[in-house]
């Protein structure tokens, strides 16, 4: 079963959500999906972070099949 990772923008700054939980303060969404992104890495299992973006919509950014993770910015 793949993990995920989404980053939100909850209380005034960026944070990562892991099961359920708010993880971290970034200062900016590109700054948390790149922490995101290394702790992904990090696990090797099956993971695919996604961003927060306008309305609340979220997409994909990353997934660990995919290509290394480059920034948009």
Known sequence: MA???????HHGAWRTR???KHCGEYPSREAAVRSAVARA???GQDTRVFSQG???QFRLEWHSGGRPYVSSV
Not at 3 to 9: A, G, L, R
């Open 18 to 20: 892991i099961d359920g």
């Open 41 to 43: 890495e990090e696990t």
């Open 3 to 9: 993990s995920e990772v989404y980053v939100v923008h």
């Open 54 to 56: 306008i309305n609340c």
